[in-house]
């Protein structure tokens, strides 16, 4: 049977095959027909515009944001992450009031964020490191203190620092925790687990009242490491007084204080801080400590709440010790996920 083609007229008033655009195509010619040939597009938009510099100018001179108002500065800080979902929005608006005004403006916003964050997207992990470090904030109300130890321990880390240890669970943790760290040490609410000798060990005092850091020698094969473990008081938001953080901002001052006269080269943080890297009120530690997940991470890194991370208030910290890969553990029974990370102690050659 002879194959029937499909004809139209030309303009020529012949016939020839039909030719069917394809659906982007005819999307982006209706777009571009309801744009082109309109004055308006540079006057239509305006508040989208300046909502879109106004994000920019944010993200841009965050820092300058004061603090004393409700740590106003520190809350933006600790969410600015997600002041990038306010781009595709105004993009979408910008489509809406087809503006070019606006969607010339909306580039700053994304243009800010990229520079913020943009280096955050890619995978930075590399193979190797000698040492495997974790830590947790386990939630003085955990109903399950064993598992939540033997999910951690299964990590395979070298060494394990836990916050927020209830007294009466502490035995729990270091009965699940035995079989793998032979040796550990608990200051307060706070302590750490090693699979190398510990010594020197001592609390920290930053400010409290009672220990909720400490400091430890590790004694690892490519030498000697200060391992501190901190929980810096916890901050909250409250519509009488804002961004209440005083007492954090006062202990994270006294850490930074005495990780600086640490007498040894090597030191790794682990800790519930209660604020991220961008958080200024933390400079006198991230000051003078790199992040591994900035520098050895895959994406943000989000630690907290479990149930739907928003930020990384838990955080590995380190000075004179190179980051190698750096990731969040899976869920436990505490409102905190664990975060790991493995870093290069000796020369490589």
Same mark, same amino acid.
């Given at each position: 049977m002879a194959q029937q083609a499909y004809v139209t007229e030309t303009d020529g008033g012949g016939s020839g095959p039909e030719r069917r655009e394809p659906g982007f195509r005819r999307l982006a010619d209706r777009l571009v027909a309801g744009w082109r040939g309109d004055p308006r597009i540079w006057r239509r938009g305006l508040v989208v515009a300046a909502l879109a510099a106004l994000l920019a100018l944010v993200m841009v001179a965050h820092a300058h944001i004061p603090n004393r108002f409700g740590n106003l500065g520190s809350l933006t800080e600790t969410f600015l992450p997600w002041l990038g979902l306010c781009v595709p929005v105004l993009l979408l608006l910008a489509l809406v009031r087809r503006s070019a005004t606006a969607l010339i403006a909306v580039l700053l916003p994304a243009i800010a964020w990229l520079n913020l964050f943009g280096g955050l997207l890619t995978d930075k992990a590399a193979g190797g490191g000698d040492l495997m470090v974790a830590t947790h904030n386990v939630n003085a109300d955990n109903a399950d203190p064993a598992g939540t130890a033997r999910s951690v321990a299964a990590s395979g880390a070298d060494v394990v620092a836990l916050e927020e240890l209830r007294a009466s669970a502490v035995p729990a943790y270091e009965e699940a925790l035995a079989p793998t760290y032979r040796y550990h040490s608990v200051q307060g609410t706070v302590g750490v687990w090693s699979k190398y000798p510990l010594s020197?060990?001592?609390?920290?005092?930053?400010?409290?009242?009672?220990?909720? +850091?400490?400091?430890?020698?590790?004694?690892?094969? +490519?030498?000697?490491?200060?391992?501190?473990? +901190?929980?810096?008081?916890?901050?909250?938001?409250?519509?009488?007084?804002?961004?209440?953080?005083?007492?954090?901002?006062?202990?994270?001052?006294?850490?930074?204080?005495?990780?600086?006269?640490?007498?040894?080269?090597?030191?790794?943080?682990?800790?519930?801080?209660?604020?991220?890297?961008?958080?200024?009120?933390?400079?006198?530690?991230?000051?003078?400590?790199?992040?591994?997940? !900035?520098?050895? !991470?895959? !994406?943000?890194?989000?630690?907290?709440?479990?149930?739907?991370?928003?930020?990384?208030?838990?955080?590995?910290?380190?000075?004179?010790?190179?980051?190698?890969?750096?990731?969040?553990?899976?869920?436990?029974?505490?409102?905190?996920?664990?975060?790991?990370?493995?870093?290069?102690?000796?020369?490589?050659?």
């Open positions: 020197d060990i001592a609390p920290v005092d930053i400010k409290l009242g009672w220990t909720r +850091a400490m400091r430890a020698t590790v004694t690892t094969p +490519a030498g000697p490491v200060a391992v501190y473990v +901190a929980h810096l008081p916890s901050v909250r938001v409250k519509l009488e007084a804002g961004f209440t953080a005083r007492q954090r901002d006062t202990s994270a001052d006294a850490l930074g204080e005495a990780i600086a006269g640490e007498p040894l080269e090597r030191v790794v943080l682990l800790g519930d801080l209660n604020g991220t890297m961008n958080d200024r009120a933390l400079n006198a530690v991230t000051s003078q400590m790199r992040s591994t997940q !900035g520098a050895a !991470g895959s !994406g943000f890194g989000f630690s907290w709440p479990a149930s739907f991370p928003m930020a990384r208030i838990d955080q590995i910290m380190v000075k004179g010790v190179e980051p190698m890969k750096s990731w969040t553990l899976p869920e436990t029974g505490s409102d905190h996920l664990p975060v790991a990370a493995r870093v290069q102690l000796s020369a490589e050659s």
